[in-house]
Nanobody
């Protein structure tokens, strides 16, 4: 059984930084794609960044140069370092792991989800 547990997030002023973490169990991060999605109120969930099993990384254009996705395979943990945050980054952020079902971002499809963590950026 795959479990995805998130931590981090919170509230910050524009220009600030936050770090999200996501630990999986029943799932080998080194073998599959992992990613971060977000959903703002009234909007659809969108892919933010993902990292494939071969280490290749994709970001959505609006976060390039500000967000960094990384993982520690020994700890089965995924991270999202978010710098230079903007009010438009405000959303619920979800960690996701690869599956045969679910939305696609980049080359991967995601079907296992964390519980979500709120990120709020004030101007």
């Amino acid at each position: 059984q795959v479990q995805v547990v998130q931590s981090g997030g919170g509230s910050v002023q524009a220009g600030g930084s936050l770090r999200l973490s996501c630990t999986t169990s029943g799932y080998t991060t080194s073998s599959y794609c992992m990613g971060w999605f977000r959903q703002a109120p009234g909007k659809e969930r969108e892919g933010v960044a993902d990292i494939d099993s071969d280490g290749s990384i994709m970001y959505r254009d609006s976060v390039k140069g500000r967000f960094t996705i990384s993982k520690d395979n020994a700890k089965n943990t995924l991270y999202l370092q978010m710098n230079s945050l903007k009010p438009e980054d405000t959303a619920m952020y979800y960690c996701a792991t690869e599956a045969w079902w679910g939305p696609v971002f980049g080359r991967c499809r995601f079907g296992y989800w964390g519980q979500g963590t709120q990120v709020t950026v004030s101007s």
